[in-house]
Nanobody
Framework: QVQLVESGGGLVQAGGSLRLSCAAS????????MAWFRQAPGKEREFVAA????????SYTDSVKGRFIVFRDNAKNTVFLQMNSLKSEDTAVYYC??????????????????WGQGTQVTVSS
């Protein structure tokens, strides 16, 4: 069983930056596509970004393109999300997940396993 622990969230002013980390333990995540999702109060969990097992392919939801960067360090069993030019609408709890089946990126949360407890990101305007 793998455990994922997200960290790095916090309170930041609009225009600021944060770097989130997703550390895995119990199993190597190097063979798996990984993704970041977020969930705001009263809303469904939504796809933010994904990265292939090698780090060679990435995908982003339109609202974060050009502002967020997803990358990974397989040697450290960790995935990161660099968030720049943050906006108030980025406020949410951010989660990472392991894509259940390889290949093309999935954007539905049901396609992912082993969610962590999430990390809160609050952007003040």
């Amino acid at each position: 069983q793998v455990q994922l622990v997200e960290s790095g969230g916090g309170l930041v002013q609009a225009g600021g930056s944060l770097r989130l980390s997703c550390a895995a333990s119990g199993r190597t995540i190097s063979p798996y596509n990984m993704a970041w999702f977020r969930q705001a109060p009263g809303k469904e969990r939504e796809f933010v970004a994904a990265i292939s097992w090698s780090g060679g392919r990435t995908s982003y939801t339109d609202s974060v393109k050009g502002r967020f960067i997803v990358f990974r360090d397989n040697a450290k069993n960790t995935v990161f999300l660099q968030m720049n030019s943050l906006k108030s609408e980025d406020t949410a709890v951010y989660y990472c997940g392991i894509q259940r089946v390889g290949g093309t990126f999935k954007t539905l949360s049901v396609e992912y396993d082993f969610w962590g407890q999430g990390t809160q990101v609050t952007v003040s305007s």
